[in-house]
């Protein structure tokens, strides 16, 4: 049993690493900006601080338990708190990515949310997808200021500072990720022509209705 343990975790720390190339790859992370974890049993593993992903190997990646001590080589992201604090609010949360991609980052830098232009908007939970108050990197005022914007969504801009997403395991986050930059985009090159026509609450009510099944596991 220990065995099986062991194999599994060496294969998260891979798969955990895979991602954080995958992000930089895809251009919504370059050099050490922005950060990545999955859930596991007793806390999390997450990307070391300061650490680009082409200078890290799978044993860098750090384990930090649901009471917030942290193992390993390196220390794990400044970023670990929200991390943490999200994995323990949402069970749903099966990997969480950060990042500093561009389009997110430009509307995060105007602090404001992305109203219902498009109805993919909801494949994020709502019929908006909210910008979190600035607090410094680090602090557990971010990371309030995350888990409020974060109510029933599972996206968010961090205000001067990026975006947020998470899904129910790494390659379902990195694909939100990667979707949710594409809406930024489109909202920022929108603006550009004028403000958008959008979508009613009952026309988002109907689509936030069908994204309840919209991507998710066929049941067995």
Request: charged share 20%; with cysteine; net charge negative.
């Amino acid at each position: 049993m220990k065995l099986s343990v062991h194999k599994e975790l060496r294969e998260l720390r891979e798969r955990l690493l895979a991602t954080a190339h995958a992000m930089s790859a895809a251009g919504l992370n370059k050099g050490t900006a922005g950060n990545v974890s999955v859930r596991i049993d007793g806390g999390m593993l997450i990307t070391p601080s300061g650490m680009p992903p082409a200078a890290c190997g799978p044993d860098d990646m750090a384990i930090v338990g649901e009471d917030g001590t942290a193992s390993g080589p390196l220390a794990p992201s400044s970023e670990w708190r929200f991390h943490h604090d999200l994995y323990a609010r949402r069970p749903e949360a099966g990997a969480i990515l950060h990042a500093h991609a561009p389009f997110a980052t430009s509307l995060a830098c105007q602090r404001i949310g992305i109203p219902p232009f498009h109805y993919m908007i909801a494949r994020f939970g709502g019929n908006t997808v909210r910008c979190a108050r600035y607090a410094t990197f680090g602090t557990q005022a971010l990371s309030d200021n995350i888990l409020a914007a974060m109510d029933g969504r599972s996206a968010c801009l961090m205000a001067n500072h990026g975006m947020l997403v998470f899904g129910r395991d790494l390659d379902n986050a990195l694909d939100l990720a990667i979707e949710f930059e594409t809406l930024c985009e489109q909202y920022w090159r929108t603006r550009q022509l004028g403000e958008p026509v959008l979508l009613s609450d009952a026309e988002m009510a109907e689509v936030v209705e069908c994204f309840r099944w919209y991507g998710k596991p066929r049941a067995s």
